[in-house]
């Protein structure tokens, strides 16, 4: 995939908020839809909706995260010069087999979102590594039959809207500020329409136009927020090897053109979420929400603080954290601190966040010490082996006789003394069939901390600030 588009999870949303009068003291709330959600409706040829069975969600989450890996990966270098004419005519696709729309790479959650004038309902993939944000779009179409729109398969008409503006390809704001969203460099006069060609990880590519157009989102109290001039891509090139079950993507990454950096610095608040756990019933909610998570300005109980790494990188777009060590049952394990520094001349090294990510995956030096801990106290049970199938954990057993008090207690530990202890089901994870809950990077690839070992913490991102508070909470 070209370089922002990734990940990286999962979850964090973004706007350019222009708010009513009447609206400056509400938040705005996102329900988060997990891709295995009964709310996605039936697409019999991907992995949206609910899986078959227990192992059979396990295995496909582990499979995304795969792809997801690989995305990551390649965007955690400086991007290169923009795409040129030839480049972007001649696609260099990955054949790999095309499974469902967060097997892009791009994450686990959706939200719903209107767009244009009139507002038009849309399902967005939440991606939190990505720059990019996109829609499934026909644009002044004269022969549209053979799509037709339907709940499963909806377009944006940017020349039905009444507040869509084009961005021309000679403005500095496609030459400039738009390199990170894969801008192309070709531009056959002034007033052409800003391009971008995009790749994902697992070799869908998105081409299409950049322009500007409102957002609308209900908030608390039955408010409605306007967000003028979001910048969305019209994607009306979608190439991959099966049909594209999402309307768009919405990208959340760390940069001054994303959708969550121009929220949040014009509303000067915080961006939060809560994810619950991934077993929990349909009824149970996820929320991604812009503004304070407490309206009576009060800290919550037990909120640690820790660094936000922003700004050290000016191409990255991920969520770095200032990871110095891991330890288990008190004890902190030998691992080399080069890590948990990122070096940007190589790539490897450091941690990031990612609610895009299931498992959490570790460098090898990490994950061969955590799990020669752990072995002592999963080589009692019954051990499930499945040869030649990547798409599973490396170490799972039967459940019989398992109980949460026989493992070892996890510590994430940070350079400024904060500490997170994520309860046990979030790191030995699944139903009949128990697995560690980590991937492992065969050398020093970035670590990162996956959406499950974050369940049941509200992490609130105050990016003004570069500051990451989290404590447990039920996301009630």
């Given at each position: 995939m070209e370089r922002n588009m990734s990940l990286v999870f999962l979850v964090w949303l973004n706007a350019c908020f222009l708010f009513a009068a009447d609206a400056l003291q509400a938040d705005a709330k996102f329900k988060l839809i997990h891709r295995h959600s009964p709310e996605l409706g039936d697409h019999p040829n991907?992995?949206?909706?609910?899986?078959?069975?227990?192992?059979?969600?396990?295995?496909?989450?582990v499979h995304s995260d795969h792809v997801r890996s690989r995305t990551i990966q390649q965007t955690l270098g400086p991007p290169g010069r923009r795409i040129t004419e030839e480049s972007s005519s001649k696609p260099n696709l990955v054949e790999l087999s095309m499974r469902s729309a967060a097997d892009l790479g791009a994450g686990q959650y959706f939200i719903s979102m209107r767009i244009g004038t009139p507002p038009k309902?849309?399902?967005?993939?939440?991606?939190?590594?990505?720059?990019?944000?996109?829609?499934?779009?026909?644009?002044?179409?004269?022969?549209?039959?053979?799509?037709?729109?339907?709940?499963?398969?909806?377009?944006?008409?940017?020349?039905?809207?009444?507040?869509?503006?084009?961005?021309?390809?000679?403005?500095?704001?496609?030459?400039?500020?738009?390199?990170?969203?894969?801008?192309?460099?070709?531009?056959?006069?002034?007033?052409?329409?800003?391009?971008?060609d995009a790749q994902y990880g697992d070799g869908t590519r998105v081409v299409g136009t950049m322009g500007n157009d409102t957002v609308t989102i209900r908030m608390r109290g039955n408010h409605k927020l306007k967000l003028q001039n979001i910048t969305i891509g019209c994607s009306e090139d979608i190439i991959s090897n099966m049909e594209q079950p999402l309307d768009g993507l919405l990208g959340l990454g760390v940069e001054r053109q994303s959708f969550a950096v121009k929220a949040l610095k014009q509303t000067k608040k915080t961006l939060s979420y809560c994810l619950v756990d991934y077993l929990s019933p349909s009824n149970v909610v996820s929320y991604l929400v812009f503004g304070g998570v407490d309206n009576q300005g009060h800290q919550l109980p037990n909120m640690q603080v820790t660094d936000l790494l922003l700004g050290h990188w000016s191409w990255s777009t991920h969520y770095h954290l200032n990871v110095s060590g891991i330890s288990v049952d008190g004890k902190m394990l030998d691992i080399p601190s080069n890590v948990w520094l990122y070096d940007p001349s190589t790539r490897y090294g450091g941690v990031i966040l990612d609610t895009g990510s299931s498992l959490t995956a570790l460098a090898a030096p990490a994950y061969d010490k955590l799990i020669e801990v752990f072995l002592p106290s999963i080589t009692k049970f019954k051990k499930k082996i499945y040869e030649g199938n990547s798409d599973v954990p490396e170490h799972c057993f039967d459940s019989a006789g398992y109980k949460e008090t026989l493992m070892p207690k996890l510590a994430i530990h940070f350079s400024n003394g904060a500490k997170f202890e994520p309860p046990v089901k979030n790191y030995v994870i699944?139903?009949?069939?128990?697995?560690?809950?980590?991937?492992?990077f065969d050398g020093l690839e970035t670590s990162i901390i996956g959406n499950i070992l974050q369940q049941n913490f509200l992490w609130e991102f105050d990016l003004a600030n570069e500051k990451l508070k989290f404590t447990p909470s039920t996301c009630v």
């Open positions: 991907s992995t949206l909706g609910p899986p078959t069975s227990s192992w059979e969600r396990l295995r496909q989450l309902k849309f399902l967005m993939l939440v991606d939190t590594g990505s720059v990019l944000t996109w829609i499934r779009c026909r644009n002044k179409c004269k022969d549209c039959s053979k799509e037709k729109e339907s709940p499963n398969m909806r377009f944006y008409h940017p020349d039905e809207s009444r507040t869509f503006r084009p961005i021309s390809c000679s403005s500095s704001f496609c030459t400039y500020d738009l390199i990170p969203s894969n801008t192309v460099e070709v531009c056959p006069k002034p007033d052409a329409p800003c391009r971008y699944g139903e009949d069939i128990k697995c560690l809950g980590f991937r492992r």
